[in-house]
């Protein structure tokens, strides 16, 4: 075949800029249309990277490289369509090496120019040789079952109930992996030797899990290993299988069996249902056929006179789909074998709904679009019928061609009425193509012109259309925006755009909303600097309730303005009590927009229809399209999770009767929520087992593994405590603390004298992080042992303490009183007592009694302690009176610097450090 060049020119409009792609585990840096989002490039991408790059064995063979110019997307388009013109030459559809390069430039023009765009194939897998052309009949698709049959029915009730079986496994499989990964973090998370912490016995978290993983299925060898730390991960879900068709005969001949086993089906996994063997081998031959998208807007944008564009497209893009059948790759060689015999192809047109509103005359878009409809599907069969003068009819065409025949002639039919240019022209190449067809047969025994594909319509460009879409801009930002085929299509009918883009995106100010705007606030207490916050994060957000958050609003106004109490702020309720529900709903279309045009006042009499509801209105076009492809387009139907057999066959028997020559059966997912109410059954009571004998007694020392329970113990609100006032190196320190009923610490307080602000706050904050850990069960010893013998300045003497002399710094100084006085630590005492009795309540003569209001606060009690209570003396040893001539005051430790040097007996001796310097002498 020859090719005219008709795009290549048209690509030096094409403006193409240097992107940075990020993929997976890199960014790669690439050359592509500048009009093009990164989500666009990535997927073509991932397209070529999933594409076969194999290369015929020619005597000239063509270069690898680009075809010219710049290489775009790293020569990606250029290589593909260089593989195609190398298959082409080698089946024998290119005499020429000079036709294979222009069909190579053609076909990568038309990607570029956004025209159109090849679906996904196999990377690799099985194929018949491109030289052979027998004419034996095709194999049937493994996918396809004839449930009329009834030893293939027997055969697809087996698969069913495997495939059930399968996804019962699977689940139970991720239930048994997730009770080993929970056997292994209950010994991670014990703290104590591995031997404990690995024995069920002494780790009850360890027997909890263990006991788990056992009821879920696992053996105790696989417990055994997770004990050890040996990683177990979820099984990987098997690759989706292609999905099921089956036919159940004819709607007026439905017997029950075939029905019965449709439906047992349809609940296992999702089911293809066709009513007739035909349709559903043709449903089934699409999973192996190759196919391309065209762009109807981009076509009529790029080029204005359809009738010739759609005729030059459908000849270039059927000539590479061939090629792709013969050189393209099956799952396996029996797919591979019905692929070679049928040659299907799909070739569809997507954005019908874009170009319709783009038409200055939308009086009967549904003749508008199925002139377009039938124009392509005319030519594509066109050129398969040119293509047998190269080649040979497809093997299955003496068995498709009756079929195809009498299609064709109902679409002459059927275009026959249409008085539109577009129209004649479509009736006209279906009379071309049914002449023939009949002459001389088709390359091709199908071409659907109906198929979804959500990837190929992104490397098209081609999204959903809806009012609001998503943009990229040059910083690489996603932006909303009115469609822009929406907004010319309402300019075009005189209408106001910017009212529909503010009906649409909103406003993003509460400034004049008709509820809760700037005056209604400022009438309950809003300020300039509240409404400021508000605006703010309405820029931001994405609901009403976020920009009256505690984020934006201070609690204080909140609170003492508004008269609303913090916990009902935090909550999220603030503008729920400003406003009733209709008023927020009324206030958030102003600001956030109504995301759709069906209710917008303004919209053009002739678009309110469609703006109202485009998803009607893009099936209606699925429909119209259906009507001209050899291929019949699904209904989807999906069954409720409790459906049973029962009510899929009343279903089947429905869509039977009303027409549908094909459904999709599915059932929805169960959700979290059981389906199942189950009540409680009492465990089966048995005769107790006898009593096994004792085991020897054998002495053996067990350590067991205590779980504390990691909540926070509060103290009461009237707690008892004493303040303790003392000065380390000069500098005065206060100790407050606070205590449980039971007397054990509960919480500190440190307050300085004369000291910075900084150090001030350091040291209350060090409090309160001591007080929090005492609180949450860490034990006071902790604490004491890590920070005694801490040295920095302030140090030195203590005064006002009798039991601590000395500290090597304040927090040596804190907890070496809370250990002495708390903990009865007598070793961290560092000074001598003062002349008081040995239980320490008093001073003077051992016999002397004590107030006890000098220990008990009398504030504390309120009253309860009498005033004439008192504490008796008791054990003190009466020692010889030491001369105060012969006391003698502490000097330095050349060791540590304290002024702790106290005689001992003959020598001096260290109070803080113990040392006893060996120059220290009494003099």
């Not at 192809?345 to 319709?356: A, D, S, Y």
């Not at 910083?475 to 009115?482: E, K, T």
């Not at 389906?675 to 004792?694: G, K």
């Not at 304040?810 to 000074?831: C, H, K, M, Q, W």
Request: glycine fraction near 8%; include cysteine.
């Amino acid at each position: 075949m020859r090719f005219t060049p008709l795009l290549s020119d048209l690509t030096a409009t094409v403006a193409c800029e240097a992107r940075e792609i990020e993929r997976v585990g890199r960014v790669v840096r690439v050359t592509a249309p500048a009009g093009w989002s990164d989500a666009r490039v990535e997927a073509w991408l991932d397209w070529h990277d999933r594409s076969p790059d194999d290369w015929p064995r020619l005597e000239t063979a063509p270069g690898r490289q680009a075809t010219g110019g710049t290489a775009i997307l790293d020569g990606a388009l250029d290589r593909w369509a260089n593989r195609l013109a190398a298959w082409g030459r080698a089946t024998g559809i290119f005499a020429a090496t000079s036709d294979a390069d222009i069909f190579a430039s053609e076909l990568v023009a038309s990607v570029l120019l956004g025209l159109a765009a090849p679906s996904s194939v196999l990377m690799e897998g099985a194929r018949t040789p491109h030289a052979s052309e027998d004419s034996g009949a095709p194999t049937r698709n493994s996918s396809v079952f004839d449930l009329d049959d009834p030893i293939v029915r027997n055969r697809f009730e087996g698969d069913t109930a495997r495939l059930r079986t399968a996804r019962v496994t699977a689940h139970a499989l991720s239930g048994v992996t997730r009770t080993l990964k929970a056997v292994t973090h209950a010994v991670r998370r014990c703290n104590g030797p591995a031997s404990v912490c690995g024995d069920p016995a002494a780790n009850p978290a360890l027997a909890r899990a263990a006991l788990a993983a056992r009821r879920a299925g696992a053996d105790d060898t696989a417990i055994l290993d997770a004990i050890a730390g040996r990683l177990f991960s979820a099984p990987e879900p098997e690759p989706k299988a292609p999905m099921r068709i089956v036919s159940v005969g004819q709607p007026d001949a439905l017997v029950d069996a075939p029905l019965r086993a449709a439906a047992d089906a349809a609940l296992a996994d999702d089911l293809v249902v066709a009513f007739s063997l035909h349709d559903a081998e043709a449903l089934g031959d699409l999973s192996i056929a190759p196919g391309c998208a065209l762009s109807l807007p981009s076509i009529a944008a790029t080029l204005p006179d359809l009738v010739p564009a759609l005729d030059a497209l459908a000849r270039l893009w059927t000539t590479a789909l061939e090629i792709e059948v013969a050189c393209g790759f099956a799952a396996d060689g029996r797919l591979a074998r019905r692929r070679h015999a049928v040659r299907p192809i799909i070739m569809t047109l997507v954005g019908g709904l874009e170009w319709l509103v783009g038409q200055p005359e939308r009086s009967s878009p549904e003749s508008a679009f199925q002139s377009a409809a039938g124009l392509l599907a005319a030519s594509v069969s066109l050129a398969s019928s040119e293509l047998v003068e190269t080649l040979r009819p497809a093997p299955a065409w003496m068995t498709a061609a009756d079929e195809v025949i009498a299609a064709l002639q109902a679409r002459e039919a059927r275009l026959a009425g249409l008085d539109t240019e577009l129209g004649r022209a479509a009736a006209l190449r279906t009379a071309q193509a049914l002449a023939a067809a009949q002459e001389s047969g088709r390359r091709h025994s199908l071409i659907a012109t109906v198929a979804a594909d959500a990837e190929r319509d992104l490397r098209l460009g081609i999204s959903t259309l809806g009012a609001v879409d998503l943009f990229q801009t040059r910083d690489g930002d996603l932006v909303r925006r009115l469609h822009p085929a929406l907004a010319q299509a309402i300019e075009a009918q005189g209408a106001d755009v910017e009212s529909a883009e503010r009906w649409v995106l909103g406003r993003r100010t509460l400034v004049d909303a008709p509820i809760l705007g700037h005056a209604d606030l400022a009438a309950r207490g809003f300020t300039d600097t509240e409404l400021e916050a508000v605006e703010t994060a309405l820029a931001h957000v994405e609901r009403l309730e976020d920009a009256f958050h505690a984020s934006v609003l201070e609690p204080g106004f909140v609170r003492d303005v508004l008269g609303i109490d913090e916990d009902t702020f935090g909550q999220g309720l603030l503008l729920s009590l400003l406003a009733t529900p209709e008023e927020i709903s009324v206030a958030s279309a102003y600001v956030f927009g109504h995301r759709d045009l069906a209710g917008w006042p303004d919209a053009p009499p002739r678009l309110r229809a469609l703006l109202a509801e485009t998803g009607p209105a893009a099936t209606d076009l699925t429909r119209l399209a259906e009507a001209f492809s050899d291929v019949i387009d699904l209904t989807a139907i999906e069954l409720p999770s409790q459906a049973g057999i029962g009510a899929a066959m009343a279903t089947l028997n429905q869509a039977a009767s009303e027409g549908h020559r094909a459904v999709r059966l599915s059932r929805r997912q169960a959700s979290g929520e059981p389906l199942l109410v189950l009540p409680e059954t009492e465990p089966l009571r048995r005769m107790p087992d006898p009593a096994p004998p004792p085991p020897p007694v054998t002495e053996r020392v067990v350590e067991r593994v205590i779980e504390r329970v990691r909540t926070r113990r509060k103290l009461p609100d009237r707690r008892k405590g004493y303040i303790q006032k003392a000065a380390v190196g000069g500098h005065k320190v206060y100790i407050h603390t606070g205590e449980y009923e039971d007397g054990e610490l509960g919480e500190i307080f440190i307050d300085m004298h004369k000291e910075g602000a900084a150090f001030r706050s350091l040291m209350n904050n060090f409090a309160i992080a001591i007080s929090i850990g005492l609180q949450y069960g860490v034990p006071l010893d902790e604490f004491v042992d890590a920070f005694v013998f801490t040295r920095f300045d302030p140090a030195g003497r203590v005064t006002g303490n009798d039991r601590v002399g000395s500290a090597t710094s304040i927090l040596d100084y804190i907890f070496r009183e809370l250990g002495v006085s708390y903990l009865n630590r007598t070793e961290l005492a560092n000074a001598d007592a003062e002349p008081l009795n040995a239980d320490g309540l008093g001073s003077g003569k051992a016999d002397e009694l004590v107030p006890a209001a000098r220990f008990i606060s009398k504030g504390f009690a309120r009253g309860t302690t009498p005033d004439n209570l008192v504490v008796l003396p008791f054990g003190r040893k009466a020692g010889p009176e030491v001369s105060p001539y012969d006391r003698r005051e502490a000097e330095t430790c050349p060791a540590c610097g304290d002024f702790t040097l106290q005689q001992r007996g003959g020598a001096l001796v260290c109070d803080s450090c113990g040392v006893a310097p060996q120059d220290a002498r009494l003099i």
